[in-house]
T-cell receptor
């Protein structure tokens, strides 16, 4: 089955700095790569996603890049704010519609 | 509101007992996923159903089982409960579109299970 690895497990940045979280996957047939944000005590919610035919996607301060050859994708958050503090999960969907999540990254933005 | 409903929201039970968690997916979603999230941990994939049939199995214990009914709601059954089973159990649903890569997973608010 699909193996999704996410790094780092924790990340602390100063407000205004950038944060980068990386995920690697094993199934080359995977075709959809979403990122979820889970605030304390709440459900995970989709913040951005990218499909296999696109290399980069940006939405205001967040962006995702995908390298299909190397089988890794990254979440980039610029100009971080305290409200960006949360746990972020990457996920990978393959052709069988199986979605697997990374272990999560706890991001702390210090004011 | 994601459109995915989980009941109950909270559940406290004793070791050795059996509980059933329920999930109603978004209207039209055929896939249902179950995840376990222990305190400060990631999302552990348990099992996936698609249109009533089991599609994929993750790290699900033999004491746990699930099913998806004809109306597409799903139940996760946890038996012989242990203290370590205390966790937040999430259900997520997605539509299985013919075209690939068109399927966001929407999460329910979770059921917090406490085994005492």
């Amino acid at each position: 089955g699909e193996n999704v690895e996410q790094h780092p497990s924790t990340l602390s940045v100063q407000e205004g700095d950038s944060a980068v979280i990386k995920c690697t996957y094993s199934d080359s047939a995977s075709n959809y790569f979403p990122w979820y944000k889970q605030e304390l005590g709440k459900r995970p919610q989709l913040i951005i996603d990218i499909r296999s035919n696109v290399g980069e996607k940006k939405d205001q301060r967040i962006a995702v890049t995908l390298n299909k050859t190397a089988k890794h994708f990254s979440l980039h958050i610029t100009e971080t704010q305290p409200e960006d503090s949360a746990v972020y999960f990457c996920a990978v969907l393959n052709n069988n519609n199986d979605m697997r999540f990374g272990a999560g990254t706890r991001l702390t933005v210090k004011p | 509101d994601s459109g995915v409903t989980q009941t109950p929201k909270h559940l406290i039970t004793a070791t050795g007992q059996r509980v059933t968690l329920r999930c109603s997916p978004r209207s039209g979603d055929l896939s249902v996923y179950w995840y376990q999230q222990s305190l400060d941990q990631g999302l552990q994939f348990l099992i996936q159903y698609y249109n009533g049939e089991e599609r994929a199995k993750g790290n699900i214990l033999e004491r746990f089982s699930a099913q998806q009914f004809p109306d597409l709601h799903s139940e996760l059954n946890l038996s012989s409960l242990e203290l370590g089973d205390s966790a937040l159990y999430f259900c997520a649903s997605s539509v299985d579109a013919e075209e690939t890569g068109n399927t966001e997973a929407f999460f329910g608010q979770g059921t917090r299970l406490t085994v005492v």
